[in-house]
């Protein structure tokens, strides 16, 4: 009988990014943007969280670096860095129909399902809209309740509210 060979996880490289007092965690893999994580969290409980190796590694991560910094001081409104999301397919119909909102404007979740052909998917889009591991760079603090409202965000609301500000010039920075 063969022997089974242990399979290590794979590496991800890690960077911190900090803006205004918060302080994110950016992770790429070899192909693209992996995870944005939008609370203080430690590398070593990120790997548990998403059964990875981390390494930091700053130069791995310049680009997606260079685009959030440019983000968070108000001179970038389309990220070109490359992503690497992990989902289903439905999901991943969803992120790509959010990262089509222009900077500065939103849209509600029903509007959302509506784009990608599922109207009654409303609570689904909900769902995957939460689930999105790489929330500014595909922006679903754009995506607000259908009364106008903002509704939940993986950052919180008051980072919703300002990350909104900033894209809409009533932020003061």
């Given at each position: 009988?063969?022997?089974?060979?242990?399979?290590?996880?794979?590496k991800?490289?890690a960077?911190?990014?900090?803006?205004?007092?918060?302080?994110?965690?950016?992770?790429s893999?070899?192909?693209?943007?992996?995870?944005?994580?939008?609370?203080?969290?430690t590398?070593?409980?990120?790997?548990?969280?998403?059964?990875v190796?981390i390494?930091p590694?700053?130069q791995?991560?310049?680009?997606?670096?260079?685009?959030?910094?440019?983000?968070?001081r108000?001179?970038?409104?389309?990220?070109t860095?490359?992503?690497?999301?992990?989902?289903?397919?439905?999901?991943?119909?969803?992120?790509?129909?959010?990262a089509?909102?222009?900077?500065?404007?939103?849209?509600?979740?029903?509007e959302?399902?509506?784009?990608?052909?599922?109207?009654?998917a409303?609570?689904?889009?909900?769902?995957?809209?939460?689930?999105n591991?790489?929330?500014i760079?595909?922006p679903c603090h754009?995506?607000?309740?259908s009364?106008?409202d903002?509704t939940g965000?993986?950052?919180g609301l008051?980072?919703?509210?300002?990350?909104?500000?900033?894209?809409?010039?009533?932020?003061?920075l």
């Open positions: 009988m063969p022997k089974r060979t242990k399979r290590l996880p794979e991800l490289y960077s911190t990014v900090s803006w205004e007092g918060l302080i994110f965690q950016v992770l893999s070899a192909h693209g943007v992996r995870w944005l994580d939008l609370h203080p969290i590398l070593e409980a990120l790997e548990q969280k998403l059964h190796r390494v590694d700053d791995q991560n310049d680009l997606v670096l260079s685009e959030l910094h440019a983000y968070l108000g001179g970038l409104h389309v990220f860095v490359p992503v690497d999301l992990r989902g289903t397919s439905f999901q991943c119909d969803v992120w790509n129909a959010i089509k909102i222009p900077f500065g404007q939103t849209t509600s979740y029903g959302l399902a509506k784009s990608i052909g599922r109207p009654k409303t609570r689904a889009v909900g769902q995957a809209t939460s689930a591991p790489v929330p760079i595909v754009r995506v607000i309740g009364s106008g903002l965000f993986a950052g008051p980072l919703k509210e300002r990350l909104l500000g900033l894209e809409q010039g009533t932020l003061s």
